[in-house]
């Protein structure tokens, strides 16, 4: 719960605003003076402050504390109140980073408004403030793959340009980390990024978390709350998964589209907003368009450029460094020792298809950190992995004991190892052969060559991608 910190020369006043508040179920504290008031804030911040602009018998007037206050933790609204006499200080004090004043006498409603916006403000901006840093934190495209590598370019190419991106591919396939990387790489990176997934809300709930509430033109009526639109201001909104968005929303989103102004929901204003849209699907679009399900205007203004984000299935090469990379987060964050992969627990983490794509290998390495503990630098064994990923390793990998090696002569044995061996290495880099040649110390025609003569055909090279 908020708690706020009331300063007032006048004990009368002091205990009102007290009062009035704890009805309210906020927590307060008090000082009369200058001196008691910066103590009381230097020994815990509070959530806002109430200040007097005028303080008699006080070293500092209510500009001086604000000033501190704003110079020590900026991120604390302050409401400032005044006299009949003190109006001109109270406007003042705005410019020194008030966040509004109120004068006395004052009805408490009119207080409770401004104290509940003042707090909303705050909310918001220390909200987008975690945003920012999250976009900080999470928006590299790790992988040397062909087509990370492609997707990489695209992305600097079209992040500066400010124009509107869908983005294609699987779930967890990392569609939000390029959303992310194209706002941290455009003029808007030092602006909010804001993220709505239509598909958890229910469609009732999307148009209020898009557009907001308003409760009409009463300015002391229920004060409003800023939808995404609003929030990701200056910055870029990712709509995320948009073939769930109710259709009615959707001719909502075009408009916003064409003019770039919205109503908030029971409001009657226009709001004007500058910001970026980027678009994601993991579904087929088409599909939604043919079936009714799917506005195709939405869907040409969403689809300026379209980029598709590649399952991991399509760049197994990427499997050992996002491998390692996840290792390295999880035990940066558990505080557990860092641990690496056996080439054998590697190698059959290459060869799963990965359903959950990036997301789920992440998830395997946190609950291989969990399930597995050891010392700094011990590698994890292919039957430390999870049963469905771990099972198949075996027989995908390593020389099938039901081909009785030993009943052949050597030369049909080294045929059954060397097919056996060289379909696993494919498997293992999604049917690349320059990929596959470099990796078994083979010439790229000789491995041809060979292939040839095992006899193994294209649909073996292309592994289950
Ligand atoms: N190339 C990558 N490098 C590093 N981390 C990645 C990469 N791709 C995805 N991730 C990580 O995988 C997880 C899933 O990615 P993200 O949320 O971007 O997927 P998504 O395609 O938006 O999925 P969904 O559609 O389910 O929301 C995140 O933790 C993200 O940080």
Request: hydrophobic share 45%.
């Amino acid at each position: 719960m908020s708690e706020i910190l009331i300063i007032d020369d006048e004990p009368d006043i002091r205990l009102l605003i007290d009062a009035i508040l704890r009805d309210e179920g906020y927590t307060t504290r008090n000082a009369g003076t200058s001196d008691d008031a910066v103590a009381a804030f230097r020994d815990r911040k509070p959530s806002m402050v109430v200040l007097d602009v005028w303080l008699q018998n006080s070293p500092l007037d209510g500009i001086g504390i604000l000033q501190i206050m704003k110079a020590e933790a900026p991120e604390v609204p302050v409401v400032m109140i005044s006299g009949h006499g003190t109006i001109e200080m109270a406007v003042n004090a705005i410019q020194f980073g008030a966040y509004d004043f109120i004068e006395k006498p004052f009805k408490s409603d009119r207080l409770l408004l401004i104290i509940q916006r003042a707090l909303e403000a705050a909310k918001l901006a220390s909200e987008n403030a975690e945003l920012r840093l999250r976009v900080g934190a999470n928006s590299e495209l790790t992988g040397s793959s062909a087509a990370i590598t492609g997707l990489r370019h695209a992305i600097e190419k079209v992040a500066p340009t400010g124009s509107r991106v869908l983005l294609s591919g699987a779930a967890g396939a990392g569609k939000e980390v390029v959303a992310r990387m194209i706002h941290a790489q455009s003029k808007r990176a030092d602006g909010p990024f804001v993220v709505l997934n239509c598909a958890i809300l229910a469609p009732e709930r999307v148009e209020v978390e898009l557009f907001g509430t308003e409760a009409g033109a009463d300015p002391n009526a229920q004060p409003r709350r800023a939808g995404v639109l609003e929030r990701a201001h200056g910055g870029t909104l990712l709509l995320d998964e948009i073939a769930d968005m109710p259709l009615e929303t959707q001719g909502k989103i075009v408009r916003v589209l064409q003019d770039q102004s919205f109503e908030r929901i029971g409001g009657s204003t226009r709001v004007k907003v500058d910001l970026r849209i980027i678009a994601s699907s993991a579904r087929d679009l088409q599909a939604a368009i043919a079936a009714g399900r799917f506005r195709q205007d939405l869907y040409y203004r969403l689809a300026v450029v379209p980029l598709r984000v590649p399952s991991l299935r399509e760049r197994r090469e990427d499997i050992p460094e996002l491998a390692a990379l996840f290792l390295k987060r999880a035990a940066e964050t558990s505080g557990l020792p860092p641990r690496v992969l056996s080439s054998e627990a590697l190698a059959a983490l290459q060869v799963h298809d990965w359903p959950g794509n990036v997301r789920q290998l992440r998830n395997v390495m946190d609950w291989l950190m969990i399930m597995h503990p050891g010392e700094a630098g011990e590698a994890f064994r292919a039957d430390h992995l999870p049963g469905e990923i771990g099972a198949h390793a075996p027989r995908a990998l390593a020389i099938d004991p039901l081909a009785d090696i030993m009943a052949l002569p050597l030369r049909e044995a080294r045929d059954v190892f060397e097919t056996q061996y060289l379909q696993a290495q494919l498997l293992r880099f999604g049917g690349n052969i320059s990929r596959t040649a470099n990796f078994v110390g083979m010439e790229r025609s000789a491995l041809h060559r060979k292939l040839k003569q095992l006899g193994i055909g294209a649909e073996d090279r292309a592994g289950s991608a």
